[in-house]
């Protein structure tokens, strides 16, 4: 080989005088060995940034979706807690024990309901005993819840013999009450 036939160029990037033989042509440059393995470099370095980066941003939109689906599910099972626990409730509300409906007649007020009940006690009265008796305070032995007895003041009750009766309401004559099962002949033995 003469030194006639070397034929020399320059690096386009460092201006170096080069060989033509050991010059590279990269994207349209003619590069010397340096700057070829400078640029390698810088690619492989920018390569492996933008790899990096690459896996960065899938992390993040992995972590991401994983978080949005852990919050769905956390969603979730807040409001299956929430419904259970008001289902719960509902149940529980739904078997409680009402409270016992406490009477609330006034006797002295509902005079017509005081008045059912004496009957009815004078009959049971009458039952036990074979004849009415001489008042209605008698009918507290028993016979009559005591709240009924605060009305007693407003009737008038007279014994017309064992087994006859009048019961008035205040000043009102309401009816006059013959108790079933005895008759006169019975009840003036
Ligand atoms: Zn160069």
Redesign the pocket.
């Given at each position: 080989m003469s030194k006639e036939q070397e034929k020399y160029t320059t690096?386009?990037?460092?201006?170096?005088r080069?060989l033509e033989k050991s010059a590279l042509e990269v994207d349209g440059l003619t590069?010397?060995?340096?700057?070829?393995v400078?640029q390698t470099k810088k690619e492989v370095a920018q390569a492996a940034k933008i790899a990096t980066e690459r896996k960065a941003e899938q992390y993040e939109a992995q972590r991401k979706a994983l978080s949005t689906q852990r919050n769905k599910r956390a969603l979730i099972a807040l409001v299956v807690t929430l419904l259970v626990f008001a289902a719960a409730q509902w149940f529980m509300a739904q078997n409680k024990p009402q409270p016992v409906q406490t009477a609330s007649i006034d006797f002295n007020k509902d005079l017509d309901s005081s008045y059912s009940l004496i009957v009815v006690a004078l009959d049971k009265y009458v039952a036990t005993n074979g004849k009415l008796p001489p008042s209605l305070n008698e009918l507290l032995n028993g016979y009559i819840p005591y709240p009924v007895a605060t009305a007693f003041h407003h009737f008038k009750y007279k014994r017309v013999s064992n087994d006859s009766y009048e019961l008035e309401i205040a000043a009102k004559k309401i009816t006059t009450l013959k108790t079933e099962g005895n008759n006169e002949s019975a009840a003036n033995k």
């Open positions: 690096c386009d990037r460092c201006g170096a080069i590069l010397c060995g340096d700057c070829v400078k």
